[in-house]
């Protein structure tokens, strides 16, 4: 189930987006955490895609990405297509609204973004690392 943001009015803040990343690392006993990576603002338009992948490659240099988060900036009438879609079990798709975030481990859940079909997909997304 994806974790709101839209009323949080400091989830823009490195501190609030560590203890995020913090509280999902202790309930999933990894490592501790304290590096993060800049933000990525990601736009998508029509036929915009991306394709399969993990997002901690098998022989990337310590520290090591540990946990990606996605927050979803557009509303759901502003796009068609561009699912986010991870594949665990099975391919899920979360269905984000905005202001909607996931966090999910970079090292093992492959993910992709669906082909937008119309109008324009926003998204921020951030990584979070190992101590150093």
Do not use: K
Request: glycine residues 8%.
């Amino acid at each position: 189930m994806p974790l709101s943001l839209a009323d949080d009015v400091a989830c823009g803040s490195e501190e609030h987006l560590l203890g995020l990343f913090e509280a999902v690392s202790d309930r999933w006993q990894l490592p501790e955490l304290e590096i993060l990576e800049d933000a990525q603002y990601c736009v998508y338009g029509p036929e915009d895609h991306f394709d399969w992948h993990q997002d901690q490659p098998d022989v990337a240099p310590p520290p090591a990405r540990r946990l990606s988060l996605v927050v979803m900036l557009s509303a759901p009438g502003d796009f068609s297509g561009g699912d986010l879609e991870l594949n665990t079990t099975g391919i899920v798709r979360p269905g984000l609204l905005a202001g909607d975030a996931i966090i999910f481990p970079s090292e093992t859940v492959e993910h992709r973004v669906a082909p937008v079909e119309a109008g324009m997909r926003q998204t921020l997304v951030c990584w979070a690392y190992d101590a150093a």
